[in-house]
């Protein structure tokens, strides 16, 4: 079993940052990637990015320059920051942990981005 706890999302103006936390627990031991993705009313879960146990980075390129994703190891948590955040960023944010094929979901949390 493994349980992910997102957090830091909330209500930022454009322009604004915001910085998310997701802490993994359970069955993570070994090599496994983390991530987040995002969904916005009415679209698809898509990419945002994501990050392997060795430090391999992704991005979507709506998000390249803007957000950086590091993880902690030890601490089996992976965060989000997110600068010069706009409008279209808004979305709920689902952490990501990926291991032996198999995904595992968080619940997510509610990026507002708004003047």
């Known amino acids: 079993q493994v349980q992910l706890v997102e957090s830091g999302g909330g209500l930022v103006q454009p322009g604004g940052s915001l910085r998310l936390s997701c802490a993994a627990s359970?069955?993570?031991?070994?090599?496994?990637?983390m991530g987040w993705y995002r969904q916005a009313p009415g679209k698809e879960r898509d990419l945002v990015a994501t990050i392997t146990s060795g430090g391999t980075t992704n991005y979507a390129d709506s998000v390249k320059g803007r957000f950086t994703i590091s993880r902690d190891n030890p601490k089996n948590t992976v965060y989000l920051q997110m600068n010069s955040l706009k409008p279209e960023d808004a979305a709920v944010y689902y952490c990501?942990?990926?291991?032996?094929?198999?995904?595992?979901w968080g619940k997510g949390t509610l990026v507002t981005v708004s003047p």
């Open positions: 990501l942990l990926e291991r032996y094929g198999v995904n595992y």
């Open positions: 359970g069955s993570i031991f070994g090599f496994n990637t």
